[in-house]
């Protein structure tokens, strides 16, 4: 058992259940029913689902690989293609976030924080 992966995927799984409770409500019901474009409009219907793939996936992978019922001579490296991955979107967030002119933007825009947890618990694991 790999603690640090272990408590990675569980943040990763209470991200995915948040993203589908609070980001379906809160994010896609309201973008669905604004009046844009229909393309644009299922463009980003469909990003929330990539989104909703990768959280299911990481989630499955780093509780999987922590627990160790899942065993492989890749799991050091997909474990660390995961932690980037997060990395990458705390960063992005953060900087959009930051730029974004919402006020106290870097606070609800916050699902940083969770990526954070998760890219530095992966990695310390792998």
């Not at 293609?81 to 953060?94: D, E, H």
Request: aromatic share 14%.
């Amino acid at each position: 058992m790999n603690w640090f992966i272990l408590i990675s995927g569980v943040v990763c799984a209470m991200t995915t259940i948040g993203h589908f409770a609070v980001g379906s409500r809160d994010f896609l019901a309201p973008m669905l029913a604004a009046s844009i474009e229909p393309v644009p409009k299922k463009v980003m219907h469909c990003v929330f689902h990539y989104v909703s793939a990768f959280l299911i996936l990481s989630s499955v992978f780093l509780l999987g690989i922590g627990s160790g019922v899942i065993r492989s001579d890749g799991a050091s490296l997909l474990v660390r293609f995961i932690s980037i991955n997060f990395a990458a979107f705390a960063v992005w967030q953060i900087a959009i976030a930051a730029t974004s002119g919402i006020p106290n933007g870097i606070f609800k825009l916050f699902q940083w924080v969770f990526f954070v947890i998760i890219a530095v618990t992966a990695w310390l694991g792998a």
